[in-house]
C-alpha cells in the first residue's frame, strides 16, 4: 500500500453498501495531486512526486472565451482570475448564460479559453491541443452531467468500465470488471451492476455517472448540474455521495448548478454574472447531506 493511488484499492473502498468509512487521512488529496504533473511514463507504479511544489491544483489567470456567431460575438467569459487548492470542494452558482458550463469546460480540458492562462498542478495547459488535452484529461478529470449521459442498451457495469478503456492503462478485463463493481459498491449500486439504464431510476443513473467518472482515477471531479434533473431527497442523496468522496477520498469537487442550496453542500461558493465572477466566499453554514438524509423519514420503496 506504497503507492499514492494504492487508497482506491483499499478494502474499504471495495466494500458494499456506501462503504468508505475508515477515515483516510486528512487530506489524501495532497498526496494524490502530486502524483502529476509531468511524469511522461504515465500508468506505472511509482508516480513519483512532489513537483507540486505548493501550487494550487487550478489556476486561472484572466480567463477568457468568446464564441463567434457569424458576424455576433457572444462574450461567455470576460475575465475570470481565481485558484482552487485540491481537495476543495468548490460550487460554482450563477444564472442561466453567466457562463458556468464554459468555464467547466475549459477546467474539464474540453475546450480551450481564447485568452488567459489555465494552469493546472503549476503546468500551464491553455495552449495544449486537442490530444494533449484527451491524454490529461483521461487521467486527471472525471466528469457528472445533468443528463447523465450514460450509453443506452449498456449494462451500469459496462458504463462504469467504458473509460479504462480508452485511458491508454493496460487493465485486463478482470480488473475492469473489479474495479467497476466496486465504485457501483461505492455509489449504492451493488446489486445494479447489470441493469441498463432504462431498467434504472434517474438517482441511480446519477450514480452509475459518478461511478464511472471516478474509474480513472481523477484528481478533479466537475459536475455540471448533477441535480438539476432529481427530485430533492434523490438530489441529496447525490450530495451525500460527492461529500463523502470529498472528504474521505480527498477528491477535488467542482459542482455547478444555479440553486443556492444545493451550492451550500461546498465550502466555497463563486458566483457568476455575465462572464464575470461577482462573488467569492467560504460557505457560512455547510449542509451535511448525510445527517439530512438521516433525518428524512424513510423513502416508501426502498431499493
Ligand atoms: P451557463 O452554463 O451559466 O448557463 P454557458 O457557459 O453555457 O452558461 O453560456 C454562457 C454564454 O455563452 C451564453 O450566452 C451562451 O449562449 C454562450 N455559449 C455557450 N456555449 C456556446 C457555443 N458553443 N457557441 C456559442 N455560444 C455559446
Ligand atoms: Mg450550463
Given amino acids: 500500500m506504497a503507492s499514492p493511488r494504492a487508497w482506491r484499492w483499499s478494502p474499504d473502498w471495495r466494500s458494499p453498501a456506501l462503504g468508505l468509512r475508515r477515515g483516510q487521512a486528512a487530506r489524501p488529496a ?5 502524483r502529476s504533473s509531468s511524469a511522461p511514463s504515465s500508468g506505472g507504479s511509482e508516480e513519483v512526486v512532489s513537483a507540486s511544489s505548493g501550487a494550487p491544483l487550478v489556476r486561472v489567470l484572466d480567463l477568457r472565451k468568446s464564441y463567434v456567431l457569424g458576424d455576433v460575438t ?14 476543495a470542494f468548490v460550487s460554482v452558482v450563477g444564472a ?7 468555464f467547466m469546460n475549459i477546467l474539464g480540458l474540453l475546450d480551450r479559453p481564447t485568452a488567459g492562462g489555465y494552469y493546472l498542478e503549476g503546468e500551464d495547459v491553455s495552449g495544449f491541443d ?11 478529470i472525471g466528469f457528472v452531467f445533468q443528463n447523465f449521459n450514460l450509453l443506452p442498451r449498456t449494462t451500469a457495469l459496462e458504463n462504469v468500465e467504458l473509460p479504462l478503456l480508452y485511458n491508454g492503462r493496460s487493465t485486463s478485463a478482470a480488473q475492469r470488471h473489479q474495479k467497476a463493481q466496486a465504485l457501483l459498491n461505492t455509489v449504492g449500486l451493488t ?26 482515477e481523477p484528481e478533479i471531479l466537475l459536475a455540471d448540474e ?3 434533473n432529481l427530485d430533492s431527497r434523490t438530489s441529496i442523496e447525490i450530495m451525500e455521495i460527492l461529500q463523502r468522496l470529498n472528504r474521505e477520498k480527498g477528491i477535488t469537487v467542482v459542482l455547478i448548478t444555479h440553486e443556492h442550496d444545493i451550492a451550500e453542500y461546498g465550502t466555497r461558493t463563486i458566483v457568476f454574472r455575465d462572464g464575470r465572477v461577482i462573488h467569492d466566499e467560504p460557505v457560512a453554514r455547510r449542509r451535511d447531506a448525510a445527517a439530512e438524509l438521516a433525518a428524512l423519514p424513510p423513502p416508501e420503496n426502498e431499493a
Fill in 74 to 87: 457572444v462574450h461567455a467569459l470576460r475575465g475570470v482570475t481565481l485558484a482552487i487548492e485540491s481537495g
Fill in 96 to 102: 442561466s448564460g453567466s457562463g458556468k458550463s464554459t
Fill in 30 to 34: 495532497r498526496t494524490r495531486s502530486s
Fill in 130 to 140: 486537442k490530444d494533449r488535452r484527451a491524454v490529461l484529461r483521461n487521467r486527471k
Fill in 226 to 228: 448533477p441535480t438539476g
Fill in 191 to 216: 446489486a445494479r451492476a447489470h441493469h441498463t439504464p432504462s431498467q434504472l431510476s434517474g438517482g441511480q443513473q446519477q450514480r452509475v455517472a459518478i461511478a464511472r467518472s471516478l474509474v480513472a
